[in-house]
């Protein structure tokens, strides 16, 4: 088969197509042929070495994707060949490629009426930021809801589940483009964090209270912003740092308010309570049949273009979503 290959650790221009051995499924693993790929920040940490999870050059990136189950090992019961169905592996990655070999207890079956491209990009950004929202910050419906980089694709996530989830949102970015696209998405109300000064807009927007809950997949200076915007018992999730920036959160801030700062390690979540979080897939896939849940994919491209789509995330061109187009040609242009 047909693989992109991190030969040693650097930038997306240092991955190449190769052919790559495909693997035979051991007990309790399927063989899925690649539909489509998610491309994810993620996967420019792995290619670049940072990521927590990782992986020794060579190997295949990519942690999500969708496809067809063509073969199953031994004692695989709940799946059969010729099923759709998607996944998020952080451990085995390996999803820029035309084949891939994974545990089926982790694979989501895919609604007929839900398109692959669709349903590879949606257990990375939705998983995670339904994780964050419900598990961790449990949301109630009627609660402001601050999301930060809302244009990304956990940001956008957190403001279209949010709104799912009847909160009232907030959406923060630094693009007022990307910010028009976040609002027609759902979002109540966006405020530029270039231009306008973010604490004073969230307390004008709140009457003064603050945010319930805040997601940050930032980091630093909004961190701190957060904090000071955050209303009594409020909730503030740490998801990521694409800032670059690692905050500290101020204990004095905390106790005053009686608010929380909580991390949302989706990925914990997913190595040890895997059957959870596909039926949490499975779940929001429903959603997406039903209507009532449209992930935003902002431009897809050809399985040969691959690269260009790691470096449209990287100089952050892309809102929400992009994908990888494995079997087909069709690309969506932005």
Known sequence: MKAWLCDAYGPPSGLRLTDWPS????????????????????????????YPIKSEPPFVPGVEGSG???????????????????WQDNATKGSFAEEITLPAIGLARIPTDVPSAVAAVLPTAFGT????????????????????????????ACVQLGKLMGARVIATGSD???????????????VNVRTEPV??????LTQQRGAGVVCDPVGGELF?????????LGRLLVIGFTSGVFPVAKANILLIKAASVIGANYGHFLATRTQDARELVEMMLGWVA???????????????????ALEAIAARRIVGKCVIVVRGSQEMPA
Do not use: M
């Open 68 to 86: 067809e189950i063509v073969a199953c090992g031994e004692g695989v019961e709940r799946l059969r060949v010729g099923e759709r169905v998607c």
């Open 199 to 204: 604490r004073e807009r969230i307390l004008a």
């Open 290 to 308: 039903q209507g009532r849940l449209k992930p935003y994919i902002h431009q897809s491209f050809a399985f040969a273009r691959c690269v260009d």
């Open 129 to 156: 930021a339904y994780y964050a929202l419900s598990d961790r910050a449990r949301l109630e419906a009627g609660e402001t809801l601050v999301v930060h980089g809302a244009s990304g694709g956990v940001g956008l």
């Open 176 to 190: 007022d483009g990307k910010l028009n696209i976040v609002k027609a998405l759902g979002a109540d109300h966006v």
């Open 23 to 50: 693997r035979a499924p051991a007990a309790g693993e399927v063989r899925v042929a690649i539909d489509c790929a998610g491309a994810n920040f993620p996967d420019l940490l792995s290619i670049a070495g940072t």
């Open 224 to 232: 701190d912003v957060s904090l000071r915007a955050i209303a009594p």
